[in-house]
């Protein structure tokens, strides 16, 4: 038996023992796993089929400015053969939220469980997902179903969505120079963003170019502005809202005859990230742009 196949023996007697666990969430957790298992073909790569590794000579190979790793094929549902398909800058690469794993090194039987269980977060859409015990014809049906209705939600006129989510980032500089570092803060929207995973990394990218061109338009000591873009790549198109607010407070220091004004510059930018399921939900994102948009034309207008 093969290491590949070894692993599928290893995560079937891990299922056992969960399911016999005097814990009823252990229990839960391995039904899910098991579900999930179920579905994978290539257990080298649990269906990505890509793989990672250290570049060759990544002393050299870094020179390039591409990464230190390689995006390779799957060789275990590859006929054995492991091809480039690019860089990297990180090891940390998901596939459809799934991390990919390293070349020839076999992950440990816990790191494959944690893959499955976002596999079975997939898998859960389907309908019946209950009943699904094995990869049947009936299950492919199931499947064609699951498109069906998502076609019928897209045709729906009621707006509905995957995603709503709110995060702040704040970044305060107590010092008199009331410069701050604009790299710094682009780099924690990017971060907050790239914790989503997945297909978000380029959206993180978008955000982080975004935070330095409005800071960069706020001059003033104190100062607002604000964003939206989408990252049409994503299927659906994703949205990202930033609203940038900067400004200065001043504390009075006293001590004996000394007196002096001590400075802070705060930057605070909240992030917004909405994520339309069907047609109608991106009209309301659309039609929120088109009013956005309006608003700052009047604003011009009534400047000139």
């Not at 999930?36 to 990505?48: P, V």
């Not at 269980?117 to 859409?125: A, F, G, S």
């Not at 001590?262 to 917004?272: E, N, Y």
Request: a neutral charge; proline letters at 2%.
């Amino acid at each position: 038996m093969n290491v590949v196949g070894e692993m599928e023996v290893s995560v079937r007697e891990r299922v056992r023992q969960m399911a016999q666990s005097d814990v009823q969430s252990e229990r839960v957790l391995a039904e899910y796993i098991d579900i999930a298992s179920k579905t994978i073909k290539c257990w080298g790569c649990l269906d990505t089929r890509r793989c990672w590794k250290v570049r060759d000579n990544v002393f050299w190979a870094r020179m390039d400015n591409r990464g230190d790793y390689d995006i390779m094929t799957c060789p275990h549902c590859n006929h054995g053969n492991a091809q480039w398909v690019s860089c990297s800058k990180e090891n940390d690469v998901r596939e459809n939220g799934i991390r990919l794993f390293e070349l020839w090194h076999t992950p440990s039987v816990s790191d494959v469980c944690d893959q499955l269980k976002v596999i079975y977060e997939h898998v859960k859409q389907l309908k019946h997902v209950k009943q699904v015990k094995q990869v049947t014809k009936t299950e492919q049906v199931e499947i064609e179903t699951h498109k069906t209705g998502q076609r019928e939600e897209e045709e729906s006129t009621v707006a509905e969505w995957l995603m709503y989510e709110q995060k702040t980032v704040e970044y305060i500089q107590k010092s008199i120079q009331l410069d701050i570092d604009i790299g710094e803060i682009a780099k924690a929207v990017c971060n907050a963003i790239k914790t989503y995973g997945g297909d978000f990394f380029a959206l993180a990218d978008i955000a982080k170019d975004m935070t330095v061109n409005m800071a960069v338009g706020i001059s003033s000591e104190v100062g607002h502005n604000e964003s939206i873009r989408s990252d049409s790549n994503m299927n659906p198109p994703t949205y990202v809202l930033l609203k940038c607010d900067k400004s200065v407070s001043t504390t009075k220091l006293e001590t004996g005859w000394f007196k002096a004004d001590k400075l802070a510059t705060k930057f605070k930018v909240d992030i917004t990230i909405i994520r339309p399921k069907n047609k109608a939900a991106q009209a309301v994102v659309q039609s929120f742009v088109s009013d956005k948009i309006s608003e700052k034309i009047q604003g011009l207008r009534e400047t000139f």
